[in-house]
């Protein structure tokens, strides 16, 4: 682990104001090496804030870093990460990762701005610079009943969890993976397989999450920008930052994910969701399907009051609400 690594680490850990003598001596450390370490960081847009007499502390500025997200992570969950100031998508670089290599535990890629991240049907996906968070996990599938669609929906769940347990806001759920809050859509899921060819089986599962966090409403792009919402005013309002968020958001999808497929979180998700009850429009690949949500099942599904069901599709208009 580099020397300042090391540092960062010891200052986030510690909460509070730590002399330059004490880090030196916990980490076996010269002064003079404590002081570069430091003066790295700071160069790297770390904030560590330095007293005469008193020591450094570390104020988290919302800079993405594994030791800040590791702070607030279960203690029990074995993750890999991987973080970049610029990527060209996260899901990309999972499917990379999985293509190269074997993993044996999950990998989290998070990235600061993204070049061409990607949502549902190869739509762009805005990735402004120190504002959004950009994460895609990387899971090891052994089940060859994977069910993508309740997967995401279970991703849905986690980010409405976080989102209500950190920024203290009612969030709605359209269909299938939209979290929406004012009624505007904050996140986008992605959930998409890596085959293994010799094998015809999926070998690895990535689930992409993209939340507008503390992006300036102002820069969506004018084909959205009259539907996506973001969290900024709640952000500023609680102080989390990007690093808390992405460790809670980690804690509560791991806690859900492996026992999935037993559905236990659909009342929730139903309770949450902004399309129960509705007429709709659903779009599948340009077939177009009208009717009443009679309910969603526990696969994820909707139920149209007809008694047609529906497990893939975009719900592109909403009526009654």
Not at 14 to 39: C, F, H, M, P
Not at 167 to 194: A, F, M, P, R
Request: proline share 2%; net charge neutral; charged share 25%.
């Amino acid at each position: 682990m580099k020397t300042s690594t090391q540092v960062l680490k010891l200052l986030i850990d510690a909460d509070t104001y730590l002399s330059g003598q004490e880090i030196a001596q916990k980490l076996n450390l010269s002064r003079t090496a404590v002081w570069k370490a430091i003066n790295t960081l700071k160069e790297a847009g770390y904030q560590i804030e330095g007293k005469p007499r008193v020591g450094y502390r570390f104020n988290d500025n919302n800079k993405l870093s594994e030791a800040g997200i590791r702070k607030y992570l279960a203690s029990d969950l074995d993750l890999d990460f991987e973080i970049y100031d610029t990527i060209d998508s996260t899901n990309t670089r999972c499917s990379q990762v999985a293509s190269a290599q074997t993993i044996t535990k999950p990998l989290v890629v998070i990235a600061d701005t993204q070049s061409k991240g990607h949502g549902r049907y190869g739509r762009n996906f805005s990735s402004p610079k120190g504002s959004g968070i950009y994460l895609s996990i990387l899971l090891v599938n052994t089940d060859p009943d994977f069910n993508p669609g309740l997967l995401t929906t279970a991703a849905a769940i986690a980010v409405t969890r976080t989102v209500e347990k950190l920024l203290h806001v009612d969030c709605k759920i359209k269909w299938v993976n939209d979290v929406l809050v004012d009624n505007k859509k904050i996140t986008g899921i992605l959930t998409e397989g890596v085959a293994d060819l010799e094998n015809q089986l999926l070998k690895n599962i990535i689930v992409g999450t993209g939340i507008n966090y503390l992006t300036d409403p102002h820069t969506f792009p004018d084909d959205i920008k009259d539907r996506a919402g973001s969290l900024i005013e709640y952000v500023q309002k609680t102080g989390i930052s990007r690093n808390q968020f992405i460790a809670q958001y980690l804690n509560e999808f791991f806690n859900l994910y492996p026992d999935y497929k037993k559905a236990g979180f659909m009342d929730e998700y139903r309770k949450h969701s902004n399309t129960i009850g509705k007429d709709v429009v659903i779009n599948r690949s340009g077939q177009i399907t009208t009717g009443h949500v009679a309910t969603i099942d526990n696969e994820g599904r909707i139920v149209l009051s007809s008694g047609q069901i529906i497990s893939s599709g975009e719900v592109t208009k909403i009526r009654g609400i």
